[in-house]
C-alpha cells in the first residue's frame, strides 16, 4: 500500500508539534506553520499565511495530501475577545475554504474546535448539543464547525478539551507555565469555579488518530473521564510533581477583571469516541507519565 501523506497545520502550536514530534507510523507527515519554524528534525514544514487569498490553494497543490488536520487558529481568548474581525479570517473562514477545497479534492478533513463552543451552563455536552457560546472564539469556532460541515459533510470535527503537556519551542501550555510558578516558589492563582476533563497532547492525538484512520465523520468529542477544577487540578499536579500546594490561591472567575467570558463546565460526553476506542487514562496516570518522561520541565 502506498504511504499516505497527512498535512498538519498549525505546526509550531501546542497541538501541531505534538503530533509532528510522534508521528504515527505508515504515515508521510508534514506540517504547516506561520510565524515560526517549529525544530522538529523530521517532518518538513512549509510556512504559509493561511489567511491570504489563494495561500490554501498553494498549499494543498505544493503538498498533495491524502489528510487536512487542521490545528491553525487563534486560540487565546481574550485576543478574540478584543479582535473579533481581525481573528475571523484564521478561525472561520481558512477552516470554511479549507474544508471546501479538502471536499473538491477528495481530500479527508479533519477539523479541530473546542468545548469551548458551549456555555457551561449544562454539562455534560454530547454530539448532539447545541452550541452556545460564552465568548467570541467559541461563536468562531461554532460558526466554523456549521461552515465546514456545509462545505464538507464527509469531514470529522474534532471537539477538543483542555490539553496539557511540553509545548515546544513556540507554543504555551499552562502546564509547563504553572510548574515553572510553584518551582520558583511564587503563588498561582487558579479558579475554583471553571471545571473541565482535560487531556494530555499524548491521549489528544490517540483520539484524532481514531477520527483519522477510522474516516470518522461529523462531530466527535475528545474529553477526557475526570471533571475537576481548575484549582484541583493544581492540586493534583502538586501531589504528582513534588510541589508546594499552599502555593495554591483559590480564586473564582469573577474575581478577575478584563478577561473574555469563561464557560463553567464544559464536560464532553465522550462516549460515542469511547464506542471507536477512545481511552483516556486517569488524570494521575497521564501526570506520572509525563513527569517521568522527563520533557515538560
Ligand atoms: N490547547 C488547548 O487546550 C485547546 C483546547 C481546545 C481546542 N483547541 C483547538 O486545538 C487546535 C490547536 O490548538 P493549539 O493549542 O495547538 O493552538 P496554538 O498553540 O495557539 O497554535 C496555533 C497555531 O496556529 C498557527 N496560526 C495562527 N495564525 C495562522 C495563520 N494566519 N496562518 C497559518 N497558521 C496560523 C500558529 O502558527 P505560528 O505559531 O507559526 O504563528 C500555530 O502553529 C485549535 O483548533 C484549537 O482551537 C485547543
Known amino acids: 500500500m502506498d504511504t499516505r501523506r497527512i498535512l498538519v497545520t498549525g505546526a509550531s502550536g501546542f497541538l501541531g508539534w505534538n503530533l509532528l514530534r510522534e508521528p504515527w507510523a505508515d504515515w508521510e507527515w508534514i506540517g504547516s506553520s506561520y510565524r515560526h519554524d517549529p525544530e522538529?528534525?523530521?517532518?518538513?514544514?512549509?510556512?504559509?499565511?493561511?489567511?491570504?487569498?489563494?495561500?490554501?490553494a498553494t498549499l494543498l497543490d505544493d503538498t498533495r495530501p491524502d489528510v487536512v488536520l487542521h490545528a491553525a487558529a487563534v486560540t487565546d481568548l481574550n485576543v478574540c475577545e478584543r479582535d473579533?474581525?481581525?481573528?475571523?479570517?484564521?478561525?472561520v473562514e481558512t477552516p470554511a475554504t479549507l474544508a471546501a477545497l479538502c471536499a473538491r479534492q477528495g481530500i479527508r478533513f479533519v477539523f479541530t474546535s473546542s468545548d469551548m463552543v458551549f456555555d457551561g451552563r449544562n454539562p455534560p455536552y454530547d454530539e448532539t448539543s447545541q452550541p452556545c457560546p460564552v465568548n467570541i472564539y467559541g461563536l468562531q469556532k461554532a460558526e466554523a464547525e456549521a461552515r465546514v460541515l456545509a462545505a464538507n459533510p464527509e469531514a470529522a470535527i474534532c471537539r477538543m478539551p483542555l490539553?496539557?503537556?511540553a509545548a515546544?519551542?513556540?507554543?504555551?501550555?499552562?502546564?509547563?507555565?504553572?510548574?515553572?510558578t510553584l518551582t520558583h516558589g511564587r503563588p498561582l492563582m487558579l479558579f475554583t469555579d471553571e471545571y473541565r476533563a482535560p487531556v494530555s497532547a499524548t491521549v489528544a492525538q490517540s483520539g484524532l488518530r481514531i477520527a483519522v484512520e477510522q474516516q470518522v465523520s461529523g462531530i466527535l468529542h475528545l474529553g477526557g473521564e475526570e471533571r475537576l477544577s481548575r484549582y484541583d487540578f493544581g492540586k493534583l499536579l502538586c501531589e504528582v510533581w513534588g510541589l508546594d500546594s499552599a502555593l495554591l490561591q483559590a480564586v473564582?472567575?469573577?474575581?478577575?477583571?478584563?478577561?473574555?467570558?469563561?464557560?463553567?463546565?464544559?464536560?464532553?460526553?465522550?462516549?460515542r469516541a469511547k464506542g471507536l476506542g477512545y481511552r483516556a487514562p486517569s488524570l494521575q496516570e497521564q501526570l506520572t507519565g509525563l513527569k517521568a518522561e522527563g520533557r515538560v520541565a
Open 40 to 56: 522538529l528534525g523530521g517532518p518538513d514544514v512549509v510556512r504559509t499565511d493561511l489567511t491570504v487569498p489563494g495561500a490554501i
Open 163 to 165: 490539553m496539557f503537556g
Open 168 to 180: 515546544g519551542p513556540w507554543a504555551h501550555n499552562f502546564l509547563p507555565e504553572w510548574i515553572e
Open 252 to 271: 473564582r472567575r469573577a474575581d478577575v477583571d478584563g478577561m473574555a467570558p469563561r464557560p463553567g463546565d464544559t464536560f464532553l460526553d465522550n462516549h
Open 84 to 91: 473579533p474581525d481581525g481573528t475571523v479570517q484564521i478561525n
